[in-house]
């Protein structure tokens, strides 16, 4: 069977490196279907979950993680994805993502039951996005 690699890496460092022979992303454009020898693209990404079904020798089960936003490029049987931040769905922290969530639904109603100029809506429905996507990817490891 034919296979891909897929490397998402963060300022913080490579975060995920494996074979896989499906990957599905969510880009700015719509969704995204990889499978091997796939033609090169670059694309920016939407927050949202990106899911990587791994090769039958890497155990056939399917890999999670959250990606905020990013570029994915394809290229040569490589699925590389640049996020300015990521986690597998084994490292999300469920309470931290449950508590930025409730920080930033109280910021979005603060915001808009007071007409409060100081709040920056726009970024708190984004922080909203963003932990509502990590809970998402946490709750497919169960």
């Known amino acids: ?15 995920y490196d494996r074979h896989a022979k499906f990957l599905v992303a969510k880009t700015q454009a719509g969704s995204l279907g990889v499978l091997p020898n796939h033609a090169p693209l670059i694309s ?10 791994l090769t039958e020798e890497d155990g056939g089960q399917s890999d999670w993680v959250a990606v905020n936003a990013g570029i994915i490029e394809i290229r040569d049987n490589i699925v590389s994805i640049i996020a300015n931040s ?33 709040i920056d809506l726009a970024r708190a429905e984004i922080a909203l ?6 809970l998402n990817v946490a709750n497919k490891k169960r």
């Open 1 to 15: 069977m034919s296979s891909f690699i897929v490397n998402i890496v963060t300022p913080d460092g490579t975060i």
């Open 44 to 53: 920016p990404l939407s927050i949202d979950a990106v899911r990587i079904d």
């Open 86 to 118: 990521a986690e597998t769905e084994k490292n999300i922290d469920i309470s931290r993502a449950e508590e930025a969530k409730k920080r930033a639904e109280a910021k979005i109603q603060k915001a808009k039951s007071q007409d409060n100029k100081e």
């Open 129 to 134: 996005v963003r932990a509502i996507n990590r």
